[in-house]
DNA sequence: ACCAAATGTTGAAACGTTTCAGAATTGGGC
DNA sequence: GCCCAATTCTGAAACGTTTCAACATTTGGT
């Protein structure tokens, strides 16, 4: 049983009116009062309720996260990002980890709309956007996070892979490259397509030849797998350049390569990644990659909810990020 | 406005009281009677008001985790520990992110106890345990994780680093080890001395030396640069094994005496890092490692929670886990 | 058919805060 | 000393839920 405002009032020898007002507007109370006031504060531990504090208001001063997965560093910075944006406005920010599970999707967004959030940030599993429809119709804010929203009735914040993927082969082509292999897949996923894409049209651009190589999934074994397949190629049928469709990748082709020995980095084969994870800094030949700004995403996302929150469903709007090429030793000729 | 359980009752056709008991226990309203109310719940739309009811109930179904840093993958596996052992409770967890910041900490822990959270799970900051005492004293049960409390008032999680190291050597001398250099540094880090301590310890009952190189910071650069210098060596002063305290200065050590290619790892050399972090096992040679599994170590700490937010301080306790070592390609022979 | 027990339902109180209309006090100008 | 305005303080209502004693209805045994 913690002491409440009323206790607080008592032993004051004011009124309860009198403690609230000095907890949130310190100004409108006589000064000897308020030394009372604080004293009693102090000498009984009050701590206020929130939960009588947001029935009152019927609010809460918190946004939601939602993210897919807290073990990566990704979502990590967006955090970081989303935290120091909310700071400013005085909001706090509540992290759930959906763990890639639609069904603990749910559950958190309920448990979200039960404390009555002032918002949701989500990086959304699948294409249902049903429960987040129903939940922006009762009155919450919802902003997707890395993902563009197929219809525009939901603020997003995403980053433009097609420009990406332009960047790099852009990059490789200044530096010379002549015969370009993308390396990544499913190409059903949005962004590996997206990067493609953009990859396509910078090479008709320039003068070099882009060959696609599929992968069934984005890890360093696929990266290696491709490697190794690259080298038994004769010496002139190997790329001079590879642009993989993530950092995972890349590094899987570079660890081949560097332990088959007969190709230089970036001398005879240049390495493009993409999401600049911490690793890439540190690997044997340092990997230049495309930054995404997990913290910029993570800002901007709370600051189209705030905007949502405060000027309603005209304050809706689709964000895309450029994306920024980080030039490291693996491609620099 | 959102419909209210009045809304629902007077939508029902029953009283408010039928409502609040078709939403707890079911099994207590006719069968009919619930269907009419879940209808009517439909119907508006109806979301609990978490704040109300936990204002009624004077405490909530939700614990704080306080970590230092969101975008390190141990605290993510750490979180999803919690997460899952917290599930099975019914309780729900809101992470937060300290930052490393001793005051953002203590902004964190106030809002908790404002919410009035079941408890706080914390990876402290700071060795300043006031306002943490002061917090566990108005009542919030406080669990300390990846730290041992220095003071036994508190309970905690952590990890014996001195068996760790015990473990890691044994394994080198099993394989032939002779000469062992442990890498890793500053040694006032508690957690870098205890390893070290444990390899002495098995030392001692082997038949190999021991050698320290102290680093200012475990890093990859740190882990290169001390490689390059051991390559510099005569080869007959070269040791036959390397325990790293981490895995940043293993992969760094790996990667000087590959790009070198005069010892193959492990017949010549054989490496051993700690943490078993996600980028160990993808390294060129993969790499054996020490798991602290920080999924085990948040759920443990979850556990201790409970039972103290149930038994009082009598269940208060200091938790030490075994860490285990994974063996992969470095050191296998 | 009757009674007791079991089952189902009601309605008001209570949780701790904020809000706000109005009461009380203070201070300045004459 | 008096009046008006500005400042400060008060106290009760309201937020939406759960709880619980009391009331109402059904069930089953005889």
Same mark, same amino acid.
């Given at each position: 049983m913690p002491a409440s405002i009323r206790d607080v009032a008592a032993e004051a020898g004011v009124s309860v009116g009198t403690v609230s007002n000095a907890l949130n507007d310190p100004s409108r109370v006589a000064p000897r009062t308020l030394e009372r006031v604080t004293a009693a504060i102090d000498k009984l531990g009050f701590v206020r309720n929130d939960a009588a504090r947001q029935l009152r208001a019927g609010k809460s001063r918190a946004v939601g996260l939602i993210v897919l997965d807290a073990t990566n560093p990704f979502f990590g910075e967006l955090a970081k990002g989303v935290e120091a944006t909310a700071g400013q406005h005085g909001l706090s920010v509540l992290i759930a980890n959906s763990d890639e599970r639609p069904e603990r999707e749910r559950e958190l967004l309920n448990l979200f709309e039960e404390q009555r959030v002032l918002g949701v940030l989500i990086s959304p599993l699948v294409v249902d956007p049903e429960p987040l429809r129903k939940l922006r119709d009762r009155g919450t804010p919802v902003v997707l996070v890395d993902m563009t929203s197929e219809d525009k009735s939901f603020s997003s914040v995403s980053v433009d892979d097609v420009a990406g993927g332009d960047l790099v082969v852009q990059h490789l082509v200044e530096g010379g490259a002549k015969r370009i292999a993308f390396v990544g897949g499913p190409l059903i996923r949005e962004q590996v397509a997206d990067r493609l894409?953009?990859?396509?049209?910078?090479? /008709?651009?320039?003068?070099?030849?882009? $060959?696609?190589? $599929?992968? @069934? +999934?984005?890890?360093v074994a696929a990266g290696r +797998?491709?490697? $190794?397949?690259?080298? /038994?190629?004769?010496? $002139?049928?190997? @790329?001079?350049?590879?642009?993989?469709?993530n950092d995972l990748v890349a590094l899987g082709l570079m660890q081949a390569i560097i332990v088959d020995g007969r190709f230089a980095i970036p001398e005879d084969v240049a390495i493009v990644g993409y999401d600049d994870i911490a690793y890439s800094a540190t690997s044997i030949v340092p990997l230049t990659s495309v930054r995404q700004s997990p913290e910029l995403i993570g800002s901007t996302a709370l600051g189209l909810l705030h905007a949502e929150a405060n000027n309603g469903s005209e304050a809706v709007k689709q964000i895309v990020i450029q994306p920024e090429l980080v030039i490291r030793a693996s491609s620099k000729r």
């Open positions: 894409s953009g990859a396509r049209n910078a090479v /008709e651009a320039g003068q070099a030849t882009l $060959e696609v190589i $599929e992968t @069934p +999934a984005m890890t +797998a491709v490697g $190794e397949a690259l080298l /038994e190629r004769a010496t $002139e049928a190997m @790329p001079d350049a590879l642009f993989a469709a």
